[in-house]
């Protein structure tokens, strides 16, 4: 069944709010507000009940699917369990209740926290600096990108305009580049699915600013040719900046920056455990080398080490400036610091064996029966394609997604990465148990079976949600986003 609008509920009059008679005079509207900016009409507003509106909202939130409801095996979203120890961390009431304007004074331990997640991050990344600020990884991409252009222009090299992507890459990064001003030049994977690294060194040059890479890919392969590619665009003159959005198979392990990325972006909504999806705060730090320093964003958090105190140093005459309004998403920095600290170096290193683990173990479940275009060992995800017979028989990834809702799983990412045709990327975390995994992992089998013996089953499928197969052609070329009134235009 589906919910109705919160407009088709309640009738004429229905009232959630019980305020006093005003005891002081009223003054008129017109005084306040010039008359040619008030409406003519007043605003048609549900009239509904408290109790019904309670019912409304409490049976929607019930619809939505989250991490605390089930699997969510989502590549390259790294959709782990968020612990609730975060969430009463942030809320403490000496975080929650903050004002961005307050006195550095008075606001000491907000920015020790911000401080010493800065560090931890350089440590974990083997970078030098972070800035909290960017609040999504696509915009920490933006904001090294931006650095990196500004390092060059820095140093009279104002032709360094392309940025090199692996036809394998996040779609953020060329559109990233794109969008700081940049040239995309896609260069492609090679057989093993990785760089290949005579395209990219045909594709340096004298104009190359930087190459983004992901490390491990979209894939989920780790590129064991780093350190020659590092070395290549070094050579050429341009920076290698690292999409690290997931830190999550070689967190603890190995370092970027030891691999000879100059800069890096980290989703804290991904690897360390911040909640993310609907659009909700994120966090996307970023790391540099030294030399990139000066042109983080201010203010950066500093700590004085002779007086022991943290300030906002905003003196910083090459920096790009503000990325973001005040310091960042704190809340989602407290949760990310909370999680770091309650699991430490050794629980870090233990998330990405497992996350490595996890996602081998899936992997051995299901091959054989889908099947696997790049087989080697797989790192925090994997790449399947539907089994054998399927395409011939008019199925296609979206089907096996659309039915595993009715096994009660989100679906994995599908079609993504781009270079794989009909792509179902799955990346189980570190959080998910054994039992959760080998019923997944049933789940996908059973499918392939039912695939084979009554497609149908499979194309009509989601059978057990309030809507099932939407045209989302029309709801992407004509989206219709507002309730109207009937009989009331625009
Ligand atoms: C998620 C992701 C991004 C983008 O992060 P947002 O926070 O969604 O902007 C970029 N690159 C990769 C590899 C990702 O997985």
Redesign the pocket.
């Known amino acids: 069944m589906t919910e109705p609008l919160i407009f088709e509920l309640g009738a004429p009059g229905r009232t959630s709010s019980f305020m006093p008679e005003c005891d002081v005079p009223v003054r008129e509207t017109e005084e306040l507000i010039p008359g040619n900016l008030l409406r003519k009409k007043p605003p048609r507003l549900p009239e509904a009940g408290e109790q019904e509106v309670a019912r409304h909202f409490t049976r929607l939130s019930s619809l939505n699917y989250g991490v605390d409801t089930g699997f969510y095996p989502l590549g ?3 959709m782990k369990y968020n612990p609730k120890v975060n969430e009463y961390a942030a809320r403490l009431p000496g975080f929650a209740r903050l004002h961005p304007y307050q006195a550095e004074d008075q606001v000491q331990g907000a920015l020790r926290l911000m401080y010493e997640t800065q560090r931890y991050l350089a440590e974990i990344t083997g970078m030098d600096e972070f800035t909290l600020q960017p609040a ?6 933006f904001t090294g990108l931006l650095m990196i252009k500004a390092y060059h222009d820095h140093r009279g090299e104002t032709g360094r305009r392309r940025v090199i992507v692996p036809d394998s ?2 779609g ?2 060329p559109a990233t580049a794109a969008l700081c001003g940049m040239e995309v030049r896609q260069i492609e994977s090679g057989p093993d699915g990785t760089v290949d690294l005579d395209a990219l060194r045909a594709a340096l040059g004298p104009d190359t600013a930087a190459v983004m890479l ?1 490390n491990p890919n ?1 894939l989920g392969l780790f590129e064991r040719d780093i350190l020659a590619i590092a070395g290549a665009v070094h050579r050429a003159g341009a920076l290698l900046y690292c ?1 690290g ?2 830190m999550n198979a070689v967190l603890g392990i190995s370092r970027p920056g030891d691999m000879g990325f100059d800069a890096i972006h980290l ?1 804290l ?2 690897t360390f455990s911040t909640p ?1 999806g609907g659009g909700g705060p ?1 966090a ?1 730090p970023v790391g540099v080398k030294s030399f990139l320093a000066p042109f983080l964003p201010f203010p950066a958090v500093r700590l004085d080490p002779d007086s022991g105190t943290c300030f906002l140093d905003y003196n910083r005459p090459l920096s790009i400036g503000k990325v973001r309004s005040f310091y960042g998403n704190f809340g989602v920095v407290a949760r990310a610091y909370t999680y770091i600290r309650a699991l430490g170096g050794e629980g870090l290193r233990e998330v990405a064996e497992n996350a490595v683990i996890n996602a081998n173990y899936l992997l051995s479940l299901v091959r054989g029966t889908y099947r696997i275009p790049f087989d080697r060992r797989c790192m925090h995800e994997f790449v399947a394609v539907p089994p054998a017979g399927f395409r011939e028989g008019g199925l296609h990834t979206a089907d096996i997604a659309k039915r595993l809702m009715d096994y009660g799983y989100h679906p994995p990412t599908v079609y993504f990465p781009l270079i794989v045709e009909e792509a179902l990327m799955v990346e189980p975390t570190e959080t998910e148990s054994r039992a959760t995994l080998d019923a997944f992992a049933g789940a996908l089998l059973e499918i392939a079976r039912e695939g084979r013996e009554n497609p149908q089953l499979l194309k009509d499928a989601p059978h057990g949600t309030p809507v099932a197969r939407l045209d989302e052609v029309t709801a992407a070329r004509r989206p219709v986003l507002r309730w109207q009134p009937e009989g009331e235009e625009g």
Do not use: F, Q
């Not at 999504?136 to 991409?141: K, M, N, P, V, Y």
């Open positions: 390259s979203c790294t999504a990884g696509a915009h920490g991409e890459s996040h953020t990064n992901t979209t999409d959005a997931n989703n909504h991904k993310h994120g996307g």
